[in-house]
């Protein structure tokens, strides 16, 4: 069953939001693990592509035909953030997931288990959603990975620093707005920045999550080696210096980093690519489809 989209008429309660620029060989696995979500709400996957030129576009194309849950932006853009901030704008859903073109949702009901108990438009919504994120190479074979989970402190004290990955994060829609969307002018810690500029400025109730969320794939230009994370750290110093003085941002600082280490561990990180199985990935009376390829 595919998810539900926009039933009898009614706007989407959670939009994913995907940007990509030649992601062929990973954007069919994200476009598979929305579509095939197990629930009764609406739900909507904004996809905005910079300018693929490797098929990705394509594959977009033809899950949209398959879904009827698809919306497209086909336009360039001025890096990562710039596109993250145009499915801001065309996001409907009240709350809006980030999920990357090599991450993907880790179960049929992932969506269902994380609004569970939750309405549409309800006043005592959380603001904040948060689960874990399990980051790593892909494939079945043991290795070093991370298992990026929300420290509990995170929905008791806010300011220390600790943070959640966008993968593993839903935010009202009101909230992301409220602060602007995400720096276009950053180049690897926009949405770091965002999370603490929401936390200081609206002080959100956070619902966390007993479960993983999300597989992310290691890579991408935030941690793409050591210089990327001291760049990184940097603009998330400077940003938070100008509200928290030097000293605070530092301990902040100090703490995302106590809690990115904390993160490493060995062996399989479990969860690779459930929808691989055709059962999973093709409805009945379906043709099966490959998540190497558009269908």
Known sequence: ???????????????????????????????????????EFGIEHVCVDGGSRDGTREIIDRWAERSGGVRRIFE??????????????????EY???????DFLLARDTLRRAMQGLAPGSAGNPGIIAGNVRMGQGGDGPGLWRHRR????????????????HQGMLAQRTLLEAVGGFDATLRLAADVNQF??????HRPSVRLLGF???????????????????????????????????LRSAAMLAAKTFQSVSEVRYGRARGWRWMSDPSMVSPPGEEEVSLDRAV
């Open 1 to 39: 069953m595919l998810a539900a989209i926009e039933a009898d008429g009614a706007a989407p309660f959670v939009s994913v939001v995907t940007v990509s620029l030649n992601s062929a060989s990973t954007i069919a696995a994200t476009l598979a693990s929305v579509a095939l979500q197990d629930a």
């Open 76 to 93: 360039a853009d001025s890096g990562i953030f710039d596109a993250m901030n145009k499915g801001l704008r065309a996001a409907r859903g």
């Open 96 to 102: 809006v997931l980030y999920l990357n073109a090599d």
């Open 150 to 165: 929300v420290p509990r402190l995170l929905a008791r004290r806010r300011g220390t620093g600790f943070f959640p990955l």
């Open 196 to 201: 603490y500029d929401i936390e200081r400025i």
């Open 212 to 246: 993983d969320v999300a597989f992310m794939l290691a890579g991408g230009a935030a941690n793409a080696g050591f210089g990327a994370m001291v760049r990184g750290s940097m603009e998330i110093y400077r940003h938070l210096r100008r509200s928290h003085g030097a």
